[in-house]
């Protein structure tokens, strides 16, 4: 589909716009894609939704919960060498 080829769809009586393939499968959109709809000066922009909603580090800072005092780099290392070596045999 070339860069300046139009496209157009009809609204049903349901409020419903049926996208073209072209679009659809330059856009890896299959059935089921969840689009936002965003009213803007231009017209109408669609987007798909994210699967996961944006986060930072500060919402997931502290997250996990642990009881007792801080470990040291040395007490991680160890756990995390027990842990590989733990896997290696199974």
């Known amino acids: 589909m070339g860069v300046q080829e139009r496209l157009t769809t009809v609204v049903s009586t349901k409020g419903q716009v049926i ?11 299959p059935a089921g894609t969840r689009l936002t709809v965003e009213d803007t000066p231009d017209g109408v922009l669609l987007k798909p939704v994210p ?33 590989a070596k733990r896997r290696a045999r199974d």
């Not at 996208?19 to 890896?28: G, Y």
């Not at 944006?54 to 997250?63: A, C, K, P, V």
């Not at 009881?67 to 756990?79: F, K, V």
């Open 51 to 83: 699967a996961f909603p944006e986060t930072s580090i500060d919402t997931l800072f502290g997250s996990l919960h642990h009881e007792g005092p801080a470990l040291s780099i040395e007490d991680m290392n160890a756990a995390i060498a027990r842990e």
């Open 19 to 29: 996208l073209p393939k072209a679009i659809r499968d330059l856009r890896h959109w």
